[in-house]
């Protein structure tokens, strides 16, 4: 299985900064025409700018991909502000990322909203990312695989399969802090999700499990050979076309 290389951009940069990483990451695949047999890579600026990298991957016909960070949990319709699935798949996205532990902290996102959102984002013919992780007072009272297994089982809904869904493992505590889980936590977490999958779905041995944070070049390698880690969900890194390019590699 090729590695998913997953760059979450969050809510960062201007219009041309957008223009210019998208530009330099663009740059970095046609130098190396291997790292397309070794990975597939997507990008996931804000919802403003979309539009600057639709316009770019197409014009260059890169392997490159690109996606939104969160969908509506509904088609069409009176809700104002948000952005429908079918709106993301027309405008050519091929993922969504749900479930981001920042749209849990900040909006309030639950399992439920989660599992809605994925169910609308599979019907229009999305790839959905389903982000799960602990607080770092979970581990540390040792409820990790408890809540990770329950955010995992009360995500997803009834429509995933292997080829619409992907899970991100994302330890709350180790997004944007420089920590990492050390790569016997992670193996000892992925196994535990691919266990938790095949008995929901009995073909989850090919589902991809990804890992999140702090996964930076002098770290990927580590992560990403470990056993489980079907690629990575790159925040702060992933704003930097050559560290992403370098995870990409290690990949
Ligand atoms: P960092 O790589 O900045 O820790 O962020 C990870 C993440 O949240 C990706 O979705």
Redesign the pocket.
Known sequence: MKKLIAG?W?MNGSWAETRNLTENILKGIEADPSLEDTCDLVIFPPFIHIGVAKEMLTEADSPLTYGAQDCSFNGNGAYTGDTSAYMLRDFGCEYV?LG???RRQYHGETNETVKSKAAVAHSEGLKAII?IGEQESERESGAEKDVVGSQLLESLPESATILNTVI?Y?PVW????GKTATPDDVKDMHEFIRKKLVERLEIAENMRILY????KPDNAKKLLATPNVDGG??????LDAEAFLAIARAA
Do not use: D, R
């Open positions: 979450n969050k990322i981001h532990s920042e982000c991100a994302e180790a997004i944007g802090t999140g944070g702090s996964m969900l790159i925040g702060g890194a992933s």
